[in-house]
């Protein structure tokens, strides 16, 4: 993270709208009686206050610029906006999961996986053997694990439907 000099602050600071100054201020008082509290060695106020508006300064530089690659990053006028914007991309970002080719794969070779695991009563490491002999298919059992409950639940629904398709018969 960029570090900004005190000088810097200050001239971004009135360079910024009154609607953002205004929250600014808001947070830094937070943080002036936030520092107030823990105050040892005994500073004086106007010191206390300084230092909690460069605080506040720096805090809102942060945020505004992590992430600015974002087009809608510098569209936001609060802070308190830029924030939650910034939770909202970061934990997407963690939500994407990839798909990997061996699990696209193994999703080709899923009823055989059912029905070894359901019917044979063959464990994730025998099935993975079994791909790996009979069908030149390498992949790793914890992968065959962890999306067997996905095979299960896709050839249950399958199942259901063909069920009811024959009932309306």
């Keep these: ?42 500073l004086n106020r106007s010191h206390l206050l300084h230092s909690a508006l460069l605080f506040s300064l720096e805090a809102h530089y942060h945020t505004l610029h992590l992430g600015s690659a974002k087009k809608h990053s510098k569209e936001l006028t609060t802070l308190e906006e830029k924030f939650n914007m910034q939770i909202k991309v970061t934990l997407a970002a963690h939500k994407k999961k990839k798909v990997t080719k061996s699990s696209k794969q193994l999703g080709h070779y899923a009823p055989l996986v059912y029905r070894l695991v359901k019917e044979e009563h063959f464990s994730f490491p025998k099935v993975k053997a079994f791909l790996a002999k009979h069908h030149s298919f390498k992949v790793d059992h914890t992968l065959i694990a962890r999306l067997y409950p996905n095979i299960k639940q896709k050839d249950e629904d399958l199942k259901y439907a063909v069920r009811q398709v024959k009932s309306d018969f």
């Design 1 to 42: 993270m960029k570090t900004y000099t005190q000088e810097q602050l200050l001239r971004k600071f009135s360079k910024i709208p009154d609607v953002t100054q205004c929250e600014i201020l808001e947070n830094s008082l937070e943080r002036y009686y936030a520092l107030k509290s823990r105050n040892d060695s005994k």
